[in-house]
């Protein structure tokens, strides 16, 4: 059974850097193809994708944040961490980190999630 | 940039009726990209639907995808109490991207 958990402080204050931590059971990253994503949800908005990190190191990142986020993995603690640089109101959202399918599964889809952290930028 | 447009914003359906949700793509996607997630006040989505129409692991049969091309749809035959939700579509190629979201309300 695969789960994750997101864990980080629930407040920042304006232009400070958040620092999420994803930990995971149920797979490994350093096995070929697994990978975990960060996506986040402002109140009454839509999901938005964050950045995504592959067990071989390979790192993506939404164009419009990129210069901002930062992804990391630790496999042997089972963690991936993500920081978010220079915070605004505007970031105040749900953050979850999820568990992609199989990069060389023929399709592609978020199989599970992590119940998600509310951060608040004030 | 790939845009996933879902319609309409919000569906107001009674219990035992069915609904048809549509995501339409800024331009061709594959079937292989496409999913559907359902998601509840103050919970994380719950994948539905992926490969435009294959039903994830316990989902019911009431639960449908469809479509190609740009248009994909996701219907919901006999809404059952628990249905009511804000429903995504999903686009993953290298990168995942969502719509807009479908909310199912109760009439």
């Known amino acids: 059974q695969i789960t994750l958990k997101e864990s980080g402080p629930t407040l920042v204050k304006p232009t400070q850097t958040l620092t999420l931590t994803c930990t995971f059971s149920?797979?490994?990253?350093?096995?070929?193809?697994?990978?975990v994503a960060w996506i986040r949800q402002p109140p009454g908005k839509a999901l938005e994708w964050l950045a995504l990190i592959y067990g071989d190191d390979d790192k993506r990142y939404s164009p419009s944040l990129q210069s901002r986020l930062t992804i990391a993995k630790d496999a042997s603690k089972n963690q991936v961490v993500l920081t978010m640089t220079n915070m605004d109101p505007v970031d105040t959202a749900t953050y979850f980190c999820?568990?992609?399918?199989?990069?060389?599964?023929?399709?592609?889809?978020?199989?599970?999630w992590g119940q998600g952290t509310l951060v608040t930028v004030s | 940039e790939i845009v996933l447009r879902q319609s309409p914003g919000t569906l107001s359906l009674s219990p035992g009726q069915s609904g048809t949700l549509s995501c339409r793509a800024s331009q061709t996607i594959p079937m292989s990209s496409v999913a559907w997630y359902q998601q509840k006040s103050g919970q994380a989505p719950r994948l539905l639907i992926y490969?435009?129409?294959i039903r994830a692991t316990g989902i019911p049969d009431r639960f449908s995808g469809s479509g190609s091309g740009t248009d994909f749809t996701l219907t919901i035959s006999r809404l059952e109490p628990e249905d009511f939700a804000v429903y995504y579509c999903?686009?993953?190629?290298?990168?995942?991207?969502f719509g807009g979201g479908t909310r199912v309300e109760i009439k």
């Open positions: 490969g435009a129409s």
């Open positions: 999903q686009f993953f190629i290298s990168t995942p991207t």
């Open positions: 999820a568990h992609p399918s199989d990069y060389y599964d023929d399709r592609a889809y978020i199989a599970q």
């Open positions: 149920g797979f490994s990253l350093s096995a070929s193809g697994m990978g």
